[in-house]
């Protein structure tokens, strides 16, 4: 397991790339749907009113 | 919701032409991204999690670079996601410009920071792999420094839609941009065989000539559809948020808004 995570002794190389990819792409798919919840909040509020 | 264009009536293709029309209207398009977009998200992140045990776990090391090479698996996919997202964009902001799609207008502006992400992971990814086998972060070789510029073309088309008060010409402004840079797209691929580069050439994609271990290659393609798929999902979140905003005034949004 140890092995597994040391990666030939790339680790730093390795898992950073994997956590930058992971991180840029989970805020991107996040990021809009949270605006969106908040858009259609805020229309709710709008077409009541 | 359905009446949003109305159909020329006489046309001879017009059963097609009505889907069409239809599919890209606003109100529609909405729909079908809220109806697709958490099915496309799942699968995608299925097929990373596949990817990745194949990538990381299951593949062999590399006779050369050990194991510093599995970074290709996030990599390659970044990067030719990075120009065929650059790709979409061009060809959604050029139906923007000629025929006024405002399905276009909302796809271009969506694409751009979607196209920003997956270029600043190949930058990164690439500089993570560079350092170890090449002994640097960065150098200007021709397929970095065109990469950086699609980058900047990315961060320009992002600036100018923000830039201007009317959003139709702020869209018509970053949609030249982005017309106008897809220059850049065969300049960074073929960069490698037109400058004498560090960056290697293509080692999957030639014909006749399999030059990579299978167990290597299987999951470089599971990850290519992985951000395949991925992309479509985070591109209708996006879509989706943006036809909503724009088109706030409607009655459609009205609809969607009270639930």
Same mark, same amino acid.
């Given at each position: 397991m140890a092995e597994f995570f040391a990666m030939g002794g790339y680790a730093f190389y390795v898992w950073g790339s994997y956590a930058t990819v992971t991180a840029v792409l989970v805020h991107q798919y996040a990021a809009p749907l949270i605006r969106r919840r908040k858009l259609l909040r805020e229309l709710a509020g709008e077409a009541r009113s | 919701m359905r009446a949003h264009i109305d159909p020329? =009536?006489?046309? =001879?293709?017009s059963a097609i032409r009505t889907r069409f029309h239809r599919f890209i209207s606003p109100p529609w398009f909405y729909r079908f991204a809220a109806r697709w977009s958490g099915r496309l998200g799942w699968s995608a992140l299925l097929l990373f999690a596949a990817g990745a045990c194949g990538g990381l776990v299951l593949a062999p090391p590399d006779y050369q670079m050990g194991d510093s090479y599995r970074i290709l698996y996030v990599h390659a996919p970044a990067a030719w996601m990075s120009m065929f997202v650059y790709a979409v964009m061009a060809a959604a902001a050029a139906s923007g410009l000629i025929w006024h799609l405002k399905l276009g207008e909302a796809v271009a502006r969506a694409c751009a920071p979607l196209g920003a992400a997956f270029t600043l992971c190949a930058l990164v990814t690439g500089s993570l792999w560079g350092r =170890?086998? %090449? !002994?640097?972060? %960065? +150098? %200007?070789?021709a397929r970095l420094t065109s990469e950086l510029v699609l980058l900047f073309l990315f961060v320009g088309c992002m600036a100018l839609s923000e830039a201007l008060d009317d959003r139709r010409s702020a869209s018509r402004a970053a949609a030249v941009l982005a017309v106008a840079g897809v220059v850049n797209l065969p300049i960074i691929h073929f960069s490698v065989e037109w400058w004498n580069t560090l960056h290697q050439g293509?080692? +999957?994609?030639?014909? !006749?000539? =399999?030059? +990579?271990d299978t167990r290597m290659l299987i999951p470089l393609l599971i990850m290519f559809a992985a951000f395949n798929l991925y992309f479509l999902a985070a591109l209708l979140n996006r879509v989706s948020c943006e036809l909503l905003d724009r088109e706030r005034r409607t009655q459609w949004v009205a609809e969607v808004a009270r639930g």
């Open positions: - | 020329a =009536p006489d046309l =001879p293709q =170890p086998t %090449w !002994g640097a972060y %960065w +150098v %200007w070789d293509a080692s +999957v994609a030639r014909f !006749g000539r =399999p030059s +990579v």
